[in-house]
T-cell receptor, first 116, second 119 residues
């Protein structure tokens, strides 16, 4: 089965708190790609990061960081010192390298509300 | 550089009516997709295309048809709209890069969405 699970439906934090969004995936492929997208209240989908299955290095981009662990099939996303502008729906997605179609399997999404 | 453009942005239909959603991309991408977004369900793939003249079914294809007559355009049709098709529809496009490790899936670029209500 190929599946992406974002168990946290909604998270509410106060500005400047750190917050971690969980993503757990299932796949039989050895080559795959994981993505995070942000959907702000305006509705568009904004690409944040792509990680391939051979690269387990964690990545940091400003206040954003990602922790990829193949052992637990997880690709978690942490926002440090959250800001009101981080309020959005965040999607984790999986793409299989073997299919050569680039199709994405999305998680259900996590709605993050950052209160001032 | 427009990226991925969806037309229209909003539409209200009556049950049984038909319509076509247009997606156009100016990035020369081979692959194009149509997704629908419903509350609590993330985005689900309706149909996709890996090149001009080719289409394939995704996870939720029933009630929809697609065509890719030109590389830059991907059309989604509803022949007889039903209330269950009320949703936000997103088009996306992407490409792959071939390197020493084989093909590498690149991020998809999304349009701004079409909000469709069927009464």
């Amino acid at each position: 089965a190929q599946k992406v699970t974002q168990a946290q439906t909604e998270i509410s934090v106060v500005e400047k708190e750190d917050v971690t969004l969980d993503c757990v995936y299932e796949t039989r492929d050895t080559t795959y790609y994981l993505f995070w997208y942000k959907q702000p209240p305006s509705g568009e989908l904004v690409f944040l990061i792509r990680r391939n299955s051979f690269d387990e290095q964690n990545e940091i981009s400003g206040r954003y960081s990602w922790n990829f662990q193949k052992s637990t099939s997880s690709f978690n996303f942490t926002i440090t010192a959250s800001q009101v502008v981080d309020s959005a729906v965040y999607f984790c997605a999986l793409s299989h390298g073997s299919s050569n179609t680039g199709k994405l399997i999305f998680g259900q999404g996590t709605t993050l509300q950052v209160k001032p | 550089n427009a990226g991925v453009t969806q037309t229209p942005k909003f539409r209200v239909l009556k049950t049984g009516q038909s319509m076509t959603l247009l997606c156009a991309q100016d990035m020369n991408h081979e692959y194009m997709y149509w997704y629908r977004q419903d509350p609590g369900m993330g985005l689900r793939l309706i149909h996709y295309s890996v090149g001009e003249g080719t289409t394939a079914k995704g996870e939720v294809p029933d009630g929809y048809n697609v065509s890719r007559l030109k590389k830059q355009n991907f059309l989604l049709g509803l022949e007889s709209a039903a209330p269950s098709q009320t949703s936000v529809y997103f088009c996306a496009s992407t490409y792959t890069v071939t390197g020493t490790g084989g093909r590498s899936n690149q991020p998809q670029h999304f349009g701004d969405g079409t909000r469709l209500s069927i009464l």
